[in-house]
């Protein structure tokens, strides 16, 4: 009886101990030993990333040293983290090396891989293969790919940089990659997150930058100078939400949209500019929305419609659509269907007429240049921007768009800078036209030199006032200081900034708290 109580009371420790924290373990990996070793430390580390990989288990990390390393890797369908010594740091990332050879992918997944798996912190380069010239993700790998540069890889079909990874695809620089048959210069089928990376100057016939990504999101990138011998330099066949990008420089052969083709999703707060396609759609073309807060801006279309919208689908909200030009007609827009609400539609040209827009719906409430078309809502007044040869399209205090939109249910709660879309702008609680909002932000003296914020609010809303004397640190001067209501609040600073000599530069700031 006391062996068996013996027996079963090993065999329970054995097992917690299975399972207690810190039993993963760190695998080592430098080029620059002799020959490999146990890979268990720095001194007695493998030579080669895949030796890491093949003893690494489920948990495990293994560390790689700087160095070029000339080999192309395989994850196993382990979910482990792949790492350079400083994954953040750009001296590093460029210092660990792994180039494929043009002998297939440089770093392949089995696609099992879950959310717990990353690579992160390398320069992947010289792959060529059929798909997924830097990085295949084969069946659909839900591994995170961080912090990487993923440079001049080569597909014969698709994915030039990546293909197939729909895990958190962020702060990458993936550039200079090529797709050579299809889609995804940069990135093919990648359909989770795709955020905060630099997609620049990949080359595929569709879809320069990224090709066929659906269910996911791609937001906050700069994807600048792709190019697509068709359609789509940016994106194409995308059906993804694209929000808060800069996209700009890229170009469109024949089948036209320099920055988009045929992608359907909400595009939302972007900025697209210097676009080109040969055929139609120098921003976009054949692109179903919502369109909503978005600066469409000197993009071009070498033929027949639309400078900045080419056959797209709406509705098109709170959009600024400046500078784009035709070599027909439509500079702005041309044969676009769905509401066109409260937006600014300037300065575009062609020379077939029909500058702003050609075979579109009317538009309400919106300011557009020479209109005469009728429509409810819309004016044809000079709209006012701050720096628009800079790509700053927000509107000046005189601007007639000021509280001149329409509080339409379906508007967007924010504007293309975060901030609430229906502000007081000094006629009343109106939305107004154009991407971005316009704040009364006003700073004066009173009769005792005190200096008096005013700035716009929402009723019920309380804010925390900073200021600053260098716009690089900043002092809390008031806490909680209550809305007066859906127009303004004025708060007074009681260090008399205008009369005291020590203060000779003074900066504010309001938070919504």
Same mark, same amino acid.
């Given at each position: ?23 993963a373990a ?9 020959s ?5 430390s ?10 890491g ?23 196993t369908?382990?979910?482990?983290v792949?790492?350079?010594t400083?994954p ?8 660990t090396?792994i ?5 297939g992918?440089v ?8 959310e717990t ?6 320069t ?21 790919v ?12 698709c994915?030039?940089?990546l ?10 620089g993936i ?9 995804g ?20 016939p ?9 269910? *996911? /999101?791609?937001? @906050?990138n700069?994807?600048? %100078? $792709?190019? #697509?011998?068709? &359609? =789509? +330099? !940016? ?7 694209v ?10 052969g ?9 992608c359907? *999703? /909400?595009?939302? @707060?972007?900025?697209i500019? %210097? $676009?080109? #396609?040969?055929? &139609? =759609? +120098? !921003?976009?073309?054949?692109c ?8 469409v801006?000197?993009n ?5 419609g639309g ?5 797209c689908? *709406?509705?098109?909200l @709170?959009n600024?659509?400046y %500078? $784009?030009?035709?070599?027909?007609? =439509? +500079?702005?827009?041309s ?6 609400l409260?937006?600014?539609?300037w300065?575009?040209?062609a020379?077939?007429g029909n ?6 719906p ?16 819309n004016i044809?007044?000079?709209?006012h ?7 700053n399209?927000?509107?000046?205090p005189?601007?007639?768009c ?14 293309s800078?975060?901030?609430?879309r229906i502000?007081?702008?000094g006629?009343g ?27 716009s609010?929402?009723?019920g809303?309380t ?6 004397s ?10 909680d200081?209550?809305?007066?209501g ?5 708060w ?14 003074r900066?504010?700031r309001?938070v919504?708290?």
């Open positions: 009886m006391g062996k068996t109580c013996a027996l079963a009371t090993a065999i329970v420790v054995l097992v917690v101990s299975i399972y207690l924290p810190g039993w760190t695998w080592y990996v430098d080029d620059s030993v002799g490999s070793g146990d890979g268990k720095w001194e007695t580390a493998f030579k080669k990333i895949q030796e990989i093949d003893a690494a288990s489920d948990g495990d990390t293994v560390i790689v040293a700087e160095g070029t390393y000339v080999e192309n890797i395989h994850f369908s382990k979910n482990i792949l790492t350079s400083i953040t740091n750009m001296q590093v990332i460029a210092n090396i180039d494929g050879n043009k002998a992918s770093v392949t997944f089995s696609g099992t891989e879950d798996c990353s690579l992160e912190g390398f992947i380069r010289n792959g060529k293969t059929y798909v997924g010239g830097g990085v295949d993700g084969a069946t659909g790998t839900h591994a995170s961080r912090y990487n540069i993923i440079l001049a890889n080569v597909a014969e079909s994915g030039g940089g293909a197939y990874c729909h895990g958190v695809i962020e702060y990458n550039g200079g990659n090529a797709a050579i048959n299809f889609d210069g940069g990135l093919h089928e990648c359909c989770g997150m795709i955020r905060y990376n630099v997609i620049y100057a990949n080359l595929a569709m879809g320069g930058g990224l090709g066929d990504c659906y269910d *996911g /999101t791609v937001h @906050n700069l994807i600048r %100078g $792709n190019i #697509a011998t068709l &359609g =789509g +330099g !940016a994106l194409a066949d995308c059906e993804v939400a929000q808060n990008n800069t996209i700009y420089e890229n170009s469109a024949g089948f036209g949209g320099g920055g988009l083709i045929g359907v *999703g /909400t595009v939302q @707060n972007n900025v500019y %210097g $676009n080109t #396609a040969q055929f &139609g =759609g +120098g !921003a976009f073309s054949g179903v929305g919502p369109f909503q807060n978005n600066v801006a000197f071009s279309a070498g033929w027949v400078g900045g919208f080419e056959g689908e *709406g509705p098109f @709170n600024t659509i %500078g $784009n030009s035709s070599a027909l007609d =439509g +500079g702005g827009m044969g676009c269907e769905g509401a066109i409260n937006c600014i539609i300065a575009n040209t020379p077939e500058e702003q827009l050609s075979d579109a009317t538009p309400t409430y919106s300011c557009i240049q020479d209109w005469t078309e009728g429509g409810e809502g044809s007044l000079e709209p921007f701050l720096d628009p040869k800079n790509i399209f927000r509107l000046l005189s601007s007639p000021v509280d001149a939109g329409f509080n339409d249910s379906t508007l967007p709660a924010m504007d800078l975060g901030m609430h502000m007081y702008g006629k609680l109106i939305a107004d036209m154009g991407a971005s909002e316009y704040y009364v932000n006003t700073l004066s003296a009173d009769g005792n030199g005190n200096g008096v914020l005013t700035w609010t929402l009723a809303k804010y925390r006032v900073e200021r600053s260098d716009i690089l640190t900043w002092e809390v001067a008031a806490e200081v209550p809305s007066l859906d127009s303004t609040t004025t007074t600073d009681p260090t008399a900034p205008f009369l005291s000599p020590a203060v000779r530069i900066y504010y309001t919504e708290k």
